[in-house]
Each structure stands twice: as structure tokens, then as C-alpha cells.
């Protein structure tokens, strides 16, 4: 997703699908790899718990298999109505999209959420620009890395992927 300069997302329901993203989610967090997890949650009315394959815990009827993603994410939400997903989504393209805050992000789908119906805006469909905050360099630092360079019989420069933004 990095090296493309391309956003991923990756799908999954509620269960065993969801916990098998959960290392992709915690390697992309390390990274700071812009990726978006859509796995399906539980249903939000609780109606039907326990559906096949969900983890229920007894004592705390708002946990869900999907919560191992909130420590591996760098933005979590649980959308439990639709109208959730206007203000969660302006989050996560803030997220993906600063260099210095960039990362996994996590919008666990309740499942009756996702067959709801909702009238949207027509504002909410229009097409938005997202330009990458770029972080300027400190002076001090700047200063301090020409000098090393200036002094250095054999320089060797090890330059990480932030290069490729700069």
C-alpha cells in the first residue's frame, strides 16, 4: 500500500475472518501503513446474539472479537448506525492520509447496520481532494545532519520511506 502510494482495504464478517486480519492490522500499525479494515461486527440491536461464530463475552455486552483491533489501530470506530459513517469516514481519510499520524484504520460494520437504508446528503458523495500534510524538517536537525555530511570522509546515507513522500 506504501510503496504504491495506493490506500488497501480489506474485508472480512464477525468471527474467525476478523481475528485473522488482526496481525495484517498490527504490522501495517508498526509500519505505518495506510490500510482499512471493514470487518463485520455484531448486530448492534443484539437481537440475534449469539450469531454463528461470534465471541460473546458474558459479563459485557459491547465486546466483540472485533475489539483485538483497537491496540493494532491507529484509528478504531464501531459504526452502529448509519449516519456513524459521515463523520467516521472524514476521520479515516485524515488518518490514512497524514504522513505523521498515518496507519491502520478500523471500521467494524455492524451487521443490521450494513442493510439499513439511510438518506445521505448529496454532500457526502461529493468529490473531496485529500492532500498528505507534509511535516517540515527541524532547522537544528537539518543543521546538525549537513555538518556530520560536511565532516564525513566516506558518507553512507540509510534513508527510510518517509524519502519517498518528501
Known sequence: ANFRRRFMAATSSIGPGALNMVTAAALAHVN???VLFLPGD???NRIPDPVLQQAEDFSDGTATVNDCFKPVSRYFDRI?????IMPALNRTMQV??????????????????QAEAYDYPESF??????IPRMIRPDRRELAAAVAALKGAKKPLIIAG?????S
Open 32 to 34: 505505518r501503513l495506510p
Open 42 to 44: 455484531v448486530f448492534a
Open 80 to 84: 452502529t448506525r448509519p449516519e456513524q
Open 96 to 113: 490514512l492520509t497524514d504522513p505523521a499520524e498515518c496507519g491502520p484504520v478500523t471500521l467494524a460494520l455492524c451487521q443490521d447496520v
Open 125 to 130: 458523495f461529493a468529490e473531496r481532494i485529500w
Open 161 to 165: 520511506g518517509g524519502v519517498l513522500y
